[in-house]
């Protein structure tokens, strides 16, 4: 993120260590997170201001899940705020796509081995509990063949059925996928502080919505397709329509008339 603010905006990106963010809820599941993804990257931007007495603060928040089109793939979104304290403004940037998030139940070594190669072991760390996802004895920072042996065999070892639970490490720095999101998420977060409002210069300005409503290109009839974006201002309530579309007609494909 610090050479990406740097470079953008040439603003100098600085890490207060004060607060333990692990509070606000851990990938591994021993504290839940019980504020939204938003809610939690605010947090941890106002509490970077509070520590350190700056009026500008930086917050990342990732979340995974299904992908959003077949609910099959694990996906991963990534979210970096900025928070003005002088300006009461939030600016957001986002990323999003396939995620490296997977377990794997097992009682053989060479089981272990493929699935830590297939994630990407050892640039992608690994987690070890005792069989199931939920039990609290866990062995973290796995990032070397031999400590994942070692951990496997503790976890054989103290499971009632001798199988050990692997999974990847959703932690930013123990994930490379994540890492890479929240550069783009960072970017994006960037492109927007440089656009401004043409109606009161605050940073910010850019999309806030799409509508669908392309016509059909057969019969004309309204579809989910894009037609157009919103862009505001995060401050005040300007704001433009912006057509988004390639075409001025959507493929029939999409058109709940044409295929109901």
């Given at each position: 993120?610090?050479?990406?603010?740097?470079?953008?905006?040439?603003?100098?990106?600085?890490?207060?260590?004060?607060?333990?963010?692990?509070?606000?809820?851990?990938?591994?599941?021993?504290?839940?997170?019980?504020?939204?993804?938003?809610?939690?990257?605010?947090?941890?931007?106002r509490?970077?201001?509070?520590?350190?007495?700056?009026?500008?603060?930086?917050?990342?928040?990732?979340?995974?899940?299904?992908?959003?089109?077949?609910?099959?793939?694990?996906?991963?979104?990534?979210?970096?705020?900025?928070?003005?304290?002088?300006?009461?403004?939030e600016?957001?940037?986002?990323?999003?796509?396939?995620?490296?998030?997977?377990?794997?139940?097992?009682?053989?070594?060479?089981?272990?081995?493929?699935?830590?190669?297939?994630?990407?072991?050892?640039?992608?760390?690994?987690?070890?509990?005792?069989?199931?996802?939920?039990?609290?004895?866990i062995?973290?920072?796995?990032?070397?063949?031999?400590?994942?042996?070692?951990?496997?065999?503790?976890?054989?070892?103290?499971?009632?059925?001798?199988?050990?639970?692997?999974?990847?490490?959703?932690?930013?720095f123990?994930?490379?996928?994540?890492?890479?999101?929240?550069?783009?998420?960072?970017?994006?977060?960037?492109?927007?502080?440089l656009?401004?409002?043409?109606?009161?210069?605050?940073?910010?300005?850019?999309?806030?919505?799409?509508?669908?409503?392309?016509?059909?290109?057969?019969?004309?009839?309204?579809?989910?397709?894009?037609?157009?974006?919103?862009?505001?201002?995060?401050?005040?309530?300007?704001?433009?329509?912006?057509?988004?579309?390639?075409?001025?007609?959507?493929?029939?494909?999409?058109?709940?008339?044409?295929?109901?």
């Open positions: 993120m610090a050479p990406i603010f740097a470079e953008t905006v040439g603003a100098e990106l600085l890490v207060d260590s004060g607060y333990d963010t692990d509070q606000l809820g851990t990938f591994t599941r021993e504290i839940p997170r019980l504020m939204t993804q938003r809610e939690a990257a605010a947090r941890k931007a509490l970077a201001i509070e520590g350190s007495g700056a009026p500008i603060g930086v917050g990342s928040e990732g979340a995974f899940g299904a992908d959003p089109n077949f609910g099959i793939l694990p996906w991963n979104q990534e979210l970096v705020i900025l928070v003005d304290a002088e300006r009461e403004i600016i957001v940037g986002i990323d999003q796509g396939p995620a490296t998030f997977a377990h794997l139940v097992a009682d053989n070594w060479a089981e272990v081995e493929i699935f830590a190669r297939d994630q990407g072991f050892p640039l992608q760390h690994l987690i070890v509990r005792p069989h199931a996802a939920d039990d609290p004895r062995r973290k920072a796995i990032a070397s063949w031999s400590s994942l042996e070692s951990a496997f065999a503790w976890a054989r070892r103290v499971a009632d059925d001798g199988a050990a639970y692997i999974e990847t490490d959703g932690r930013a123990a994930n490379p996928g994540r890492m890479a999101r929240i550069a783009n998420a960072t970017e994006d977060l960037a492109s927007r502080l656009s401004c409002c043409p109606e009161c210069g605050a940073p910010g300005f850019g999309e806030i919505e799409r509508k669908g409503g392309l016509p059909c290109a057969a019969c004309a009839a309204p579809t989910w397709e894009t037609k157009e974006a919103i862009h505001g201002c995060i401050k005040c309530a300007h704001h433009i329509c912006l057509p988004v579309a390639s075409g001025t007609w959507a493929d029939p494909a999409h058109c709940d008339e044409c295929n109901p």
